[in-house]
């Protein structure tokens, strides 16, 4: 399981990257203004005395075009229940009953075009961690971070063979025991 402080870590590499992400976006709606206001000027439109002037109002067109940044992280616990918030910190920091055990988790941040999400699934027992789109250099150093987060908190390889063969194991050490306790019994 992962624990609060492998949380916070990832709370921090995503903290690192969402200013890269912001940088390209407000970048993509220089570009897109700039572009219009071109457009704009050349179908006779614009005069070049109004470009200033019209400059903010295109700009701010132009970035409501882009979906509404959003961050959420949620902790999944059992009976359905979740909590959720912003970071991680603030959903280890609401109050959970004591003998609620925390299942997995799912963050998810989305910053202009780009949108990233890591979650656990319970069965099988595995990470996935999805990055959009993959052509967008911003996005690739965040999965790439993403990724070297998993790898350091990933179980070592005899936890993770152990995790795979455990049923079988227990069918068999079950059947022994059953099978040692019948002989010795009718003995």
């Not at 005069?47 to 999944?76: G, V």
């Not at 004591?98 to 941040?109: A, I, K, N, T, Y």
């Not at 993770?160 to 068999?172: A, G, H, T």
Request: aromatic residues 6%.
């Amino acid at each position: 399981m992962i624990d609060s402080s492998q949380l916070d870590a990832l709370d921090k590499v995503i903290d690192h990257h969402v200013g890269k992400l912001v940088k390209l976006k407000e970048n993509q709606v220089d570009e897109q203004t700039e572009e219009t206001l071109q457009h704009e000027l050349e179908r006779g439109v614009l005069t070049e005395e109004e470009i200033d002037e019209r400059r903010p109002k295109i700009r701010d067109r132009i970035r409501s075009h882009f979906r509404r940044d959003s961050r959420s992280a949620t902790i999944y616990l059992a009976r359905g229940k979740e909590v959720q918030a912003d970071r991680f910190s603030d959903v280890m920091s609401q109050p959970v009953g004591q003998d609620e055990l925390p299942l997995g988790f799912r963050m998810s941040v989305r910053v202009g075009d780009v949108k990233a999400n890591s979650e656990t699934s319970r069965i099988p027992e595995k990470l996935s961690i999805d990055v959009d789109p993959n052509d967008v250099e911003a996005a690739q150093e965040l999965f790439g971070a993403l990724s070297n987060w998993a790898s350091d908190i990933e179980a070592p390889r005899w936890q993770q063979n152990w995790l795979k063969i455990r049923f079988p194991i227990v069918v068999i050490l079950s059947m022994w025991l059953i099978t040692g306790l019948f002989v010795f019994r009718f003995r």
